[in-house]
């Protein structure tokens, strides 16, 4: 009798206990208080029912592919690594390594006090628990790289957190935790980096944006082939606050990439404007979810996805309104663009609107490219593949302009060297 999906998925998970953990902890420094909560994630993981394949949301991925084999308790052996120059222009820049501490450099002009280090998997104080699911508890129990950040009240921090985490590990599970205070302003940009053949991560971010923060936060994603992984991010945001975030698929195997929004606070606003650029077999699953729980919230999503040879692009997107969440404002748009007969896209706008006074809407395509288009550049003494990248060039370009300059010259640092190959036809 054949396996059902669940018992695959069953038989993925990488088997951990008390002593594996109290070791895991061990590695990073961490306290009794950390073990406990490390304890009460195994107690959740243990229960936590595997990711349903009949519904959507996984129906395009297997979770068996994203998570490690099995989860090392041993600190990372070898020379401590030299952390790269620090990025121009951050306030810090961090390196996460598993099995190792941060390391963090400051720039001198920080502000003393602007910004604080924090236990990783401390809860925030409005007491909101992370996610309960497999991933999420697995995360919460093993991670073995992390750091936690607090803005100051009224701080503006002049340049990005900018958080380079390496995949160095055959299971890499980085967790950060950033909490920005009434009326302060700051960005973080994590950056995933490193992996190959056999390296698995599972990542995940939580962001508190108190009231009238102003956050602006990029994920980008520029893994080694072989690798695959889970992300998640979950962001809170309180009255009049302002979030950003910035999302990007380039590299790895297989990428799911989950990001949602709590609009907590009247008067807060959202927006998430994401790019994938996806060749040869990669597979990139983004799913994104905005839920307005408070009155004149509004939010946005903005995604493009680029598949070429026998890639796939997979976007799932919900927006929820609940019944006292009036007068709100919501827009989703998902394109995406086949650059081959044999690349495949699936796109799943969703709403769930409880109340009627309100403005939301959605739209989403899949389309090959224009050969008119192609045609007009070829008249023009174009060749067919200068043509395709500039017609890729053009439709992403609307997404890349509403990014603020910092992090459009960070995305299109990773969208340079995809669309230089497909320029040269090896795309």
């Not at 990428?255 to 709590?262: A, S």
């Not at 995604?303 to 404002?329: F, M, N, P």
Request: with cysteine; charged share 20%; hydrophobic share 45%.
């Amino acid at each position: 009798m054949a396996e059902t999906s669940t018992s695959v998925i069953a038989s993925a998970r990488p088997a951990l206990d008390e002593a594996l953990l109290k070791a895991v902890a061990a590695t990073l420094g961490g306290d009794a208080a950390q073990v406990s909560r490390r304890l009460e994630a195994l107690a959740r993981y243990e229960t936590a029912a595997d990711p349903d394949r009949v519904r959507h949301l996984w129906r395009f991925t297997n979770p068996a592919s994203l998570l490690p084999a099995s989860v090392a308790g041993a600190a990372a052996s070898g020379p401590v690594p030299a952390p790269a120059a620090p990025v121009a222009g951050a306030s810090v820049t961090i390196d996460l390594w598993p099995g190792r501490a941060p390391a963090v450099q400051t720039a001198e002009d920080l502000p003393v006090g602007a910004l604080t280090f924090t236990a990783a998997d401390e809860p925030f104080p409005s007491g909101k628990a992370l996610a309960s699911d497999l991933f999420g508890a697995l995360g919460d129990a093993a991670w073995n790289a992390g750091v936690g950040l607090k803005v100051a009240d009224g701080a503006k921090l002049a340049g990005p957190i900018h958080v380079r985490i390496h995949a160095s590990a055959a299971a890499s599970l980085p967790r950060l935790r950033l909490e920005v205070g009434r009326n302060a302003e700051a960005m973080l940009v994590e950056q995933h980096i490193g992996g190959g053949p056999d390296v698995c991560v599972v990542g995940r971010t939580v962001i508190s944006a108190a009231d009238g923060a102003r956050v602006r936060h990029a994920v980008v994603q520029v893994w080694e082939p072989g690798t695959s992984g889970h992300l998640a991010v979950e962001t809170r945001a309180g009255a009049d606050a302002d979030i950003l975030t910035v999302c990007g698929v380039f590299g790895g195997d297989d990428t799911k990439l989950e990001l949602g929004t709590d609009l907590a606070g009247a008067g807060a606003h959202s927006e998430i404007i994401g790019v994938a650029l996806v060749a040869g077999k990669q597979h990139a699953d983004v799913h994104t979810s905005h839920r307005h729980l408070a009155a004149h919230t509004s939010s946005r999503i903005d995604y493009k996805a680029v598949a070429g040879q026998q890639a796939r692009s997979t976007y799932t997107g919900l927006i929820r309104i609940e019944d006292r969440a009036t007068h709100c404002e919501a827009y989703q748009e998902n394109r995406n663009l086949l650059l081959s007969s044999r690349a495949r896209a699936d796109a799943i706008p969703e709403l769930e609107i409880h109340n009627q006074e309100v403005s939301c809407s959605h739209g989403a395509t899949i389309a090959p490219v224009d050969p008119e288009q192609l045609f007009y550049l070829g008249s023009r003494g174009l060749s067919p593949h200068e043509s395709m990248g500039l017609v890729v060039r053009g439709f992403l370009e609307n997404t890349l302009a509403r990014l603020p300059d910092d992090a459009r010259a960070m995305v299109e640092s990773f969208t340079a060297p995809r669309l230089a190959t497909i320029r040269e036809g090896t795309a």
